[in-house]
């Protein structure tokens, strides 16, 4: 019989980079997936920005994205790290990656409510995240709004952009 785990939310560093890219490749088709470049760029930027659900040795979900004071979750963000600004009233969320062998356990959403409650107590505005249509209600759970069709056509998708605003 295994332990059972004893989950924690942390911010990532360098040292996660092979966690983190292997659990988003598992995550998203290669058109969307952010590259291994890029998740490496995003955590030399912004470290303090990546959420991940640990139990010190495996990471099951992690949450990733930067803050700005653009109101609009737009493409060349992706891939753009230094567009990231510590003081932006709005957390912009590019990913929320469970790895497959911990899906379905709620694990997303427990990080997900840590992201917000950092977010309020940095003091921005809200959050903002695309996602396709079969994941607006599991936004709409933590108080997004679905404010329709995204202008993003990341990956070749249709998204739907949602917004909480504090």
């Not at 040795?57 to 803050?67: C, D, H, K, L, S």
């Not at 990656?97 to 840590?114: C, E, F, I, K, N």
Request: hydrophobic share 40%.
């Amino acid at each position: 019989m295994t332990a059972p785990h004893t989950w924690t939310i942390r911010h990532a560093t360098a040292a996660d980079l092979d966690a983190l890219d292997a659990i988003e490749s598992a995550c998203f088709p290669a058109a969307e997936a952010a590259s291994r470049e890029t998740l490496y760029a995003r955590l030399q930027s912004y470290p303090e920005c990546f959420w991940l659900l640990t139990d010190g040795e495996v990471i099951a979900a992690f949450v990733n994205g930067f803050a700005t004071d653009r109101a609009d979750l737009t493409d060349d963000m992706y891939d753009d790290p230094s567009q990231h600004d510590p003081h932006g009233r709005w957390q912009m969320i590019f990913g929320v990656d469970t790895a497959p062998l911990y899906q379905h356990h709620g694990y997303a959403s427990m990080v997900m409510r840590q992201v917000i409650e950092d977010s309020r107590a940095r003091g921005r505005k809200g959050l903002v995240l695309t996602c396709k249509d079969r994941l607006v209600g599991f936004y709409a759970q933590f108080g997004f709004l679905d404010e329709g069709v995204s202008g993003s056509v990341h990956g070749g998708v249709v998204w739907r952009q949602m917004r909480l605003t504090f």
